[in-house]
């Protein structure tokens, strides 16, 4: 059974950065695809940026594109999501999901495990 926890959530002001961890566990990380997910109140959950297992592979959302920046280190079993110049409608509650699949990686129903969800509120 794998395993995922997500930190580094909280409050910040707008124009600040955030950067979130997910920990990883119950699995070989190097085998799975991560992808980041946020949910903000009221409204469905919505893909936000994935990295393949190779780590060659990676993709945003346009509404972080640009100023987002997704790593991981295997090592570590730990993915890694950075946002840069935050706004209000950042505000979320922040998920990480893993799957094996390798393809439609920007899809809810492509994840097998999630985390339990970190909140991050922004605040102008």
């Known amino acids: 059974q794998v395993q995922l926890v997500e930190s580094g959530g909280g409050s910040v002001q707008t124009g600040g950065s955030l950067r979130l961890s997910c920990a990883a566990s119950?699995?070989?990380?190097?085998?799975?695809?991560m992808g980041w997910f946020r949910q903000a109140p009221g409204k469905e959950r919505e893909f936000v940026a994935f990295?393949?297992?190779?780590?060659?592979?990676?993709a945003y959302a346009d509404s972080v594109k640009g100023r987002s920046t997704i790593s991981r280190d295997n090592a570590k079993n730990t993915v890694y999501l950075q946002i840069d110049s935050v706004k209000v409608e950042d505000t979320a509650v922040y998920y990480c999901?893993?799957?094996?699949?390798?393809?439609?990686?920007?899809?809810?129903?492509?994840?097998?495990?999630w985390g339990q969800g970190t909140q991050v509120t922004v605040s102008s």
């Open positions: 119950g699995g070989t990380f190097s085998r799975f695809d």
């Open positions: 999901a893993t799957t094996t699949r390798g393809y439609n990686l920007a899809l809810i129903t492509s994840y097998d495990y």
């Open positions: 990295i393949m297992r190779s780590g060659s592979g990676i």
